[in-house]
């Protein structure tokens, strides 16, 4: 499937490696221009040589996503360079670690809160307004398959990525009636630094490189989807419905 996203500007959010980056490459490719956020400036730069190269254009902000204030003069400065914004791939997160939930550190579990949700809630504040001023918004929440399984020590970040898709669903649910979509993605086991973070003893080349996902994942950014709260699993490549416990 050929997308074509010339004129549109994206913003992508832990850009500088495994899925974040792939993607921001992927969607410079098809035209867009991709606003890159990660904390390590040495990604970035590799990604916006990797994007140049494509023939496609980025700019870079590095900085540390739990900086709240740093979240919202992002969402003031897409404004006011480019008074709205078509595309958000929420992709930053951390794993913490994988332990008993009463083993875990307090300032691991706060830290993989702040993370992966805090920050996502702040970031849809931001740049909220800034979708609804696009034509056709379109917002790419990334989660896990932990989220609904809740397997014996992911606590940490399980509990972050319901949290997360929850929020999610709840975003999709109050802009349903606009030309906003929001939806959650689910890339399953892939070939990034915090998978082998999680399972050490895995052999990488036995899972889905990230250019891959990302691949995968580009249509959730056309202008021609329809679909809006609904989860995407990659593995499957299909779109899956939510449904209350039975």
């Known amino acids: 499937m050929n997308i074509d996203l010339k004129g549109r500007i994206a913003l992508v959010t832990g850009a500088s490696r495994g899925i974040g980056y792939f993607t921001a490459l992927a969607l410079a490719k098809a035209g867009a221009h991709v606003i890159a956020t990660a904390r390590t400036v040495g990604g970035l730069e590799d990604l916006d040589d990797a994007i140049k190269a494509a023939g496609g254009t980025a700019t870079l902000v ?36 994988i332990s008993p939930l009463g083993h875990i550190e307090a300032k691991v579990f706060e830290k993989v809160m702040l993370t992966n949700v805090t920050a996502t809630w702040r970031l849809i504040r931001s740049v909220e307004p800034l979708l609804t001023k696009s034509d056709a918004g379109r917002a790419l929440i990334l989660s896990s398959g932990v989220a609904s399984k809740a397997p014996a ?25 606009t030309p906003l979509k929001v939806n959650i993605v689910n890339p399953g086991a892939t070939r990034t630094a915090m998978r082998a973070q999680a399972m050490p003893g895995e052999d990488p080349e036995t899972l889905p490189h990230p250019s891959e996902v990302a691949q995968k994942i580009l249509f959730l950014a056309s202008p021609d989807l329809q679909d ?9 490549n299909k779109f899956v419905d939510f449904r209350a416990p039975e």
Not at 62 to 80: C, H, N, Q, R, Y
């Open 228 to 236: 809006t709260g609904r989860l995407f699993v990659v593995r499957d």
């Open 62 to 97: 590095p900085f540390d996503i739990t900086d709240m204030a740093a979240i919202d003069k992002l969402g003031a400065s897409i404004f006011e360079r480019w008074g709205k914004l078509d595309i958000l791939v929420a992709n930053a997160g951390i794993l913490g670690v």
């Open 153 to 177: 020590f992911w606590g940490a970040y399980s509990i972050s990525k319901a949290a997360v898709e929850n929020m999610a669903r709840i975003w999709a649910a109050e802009t349903a009636h």
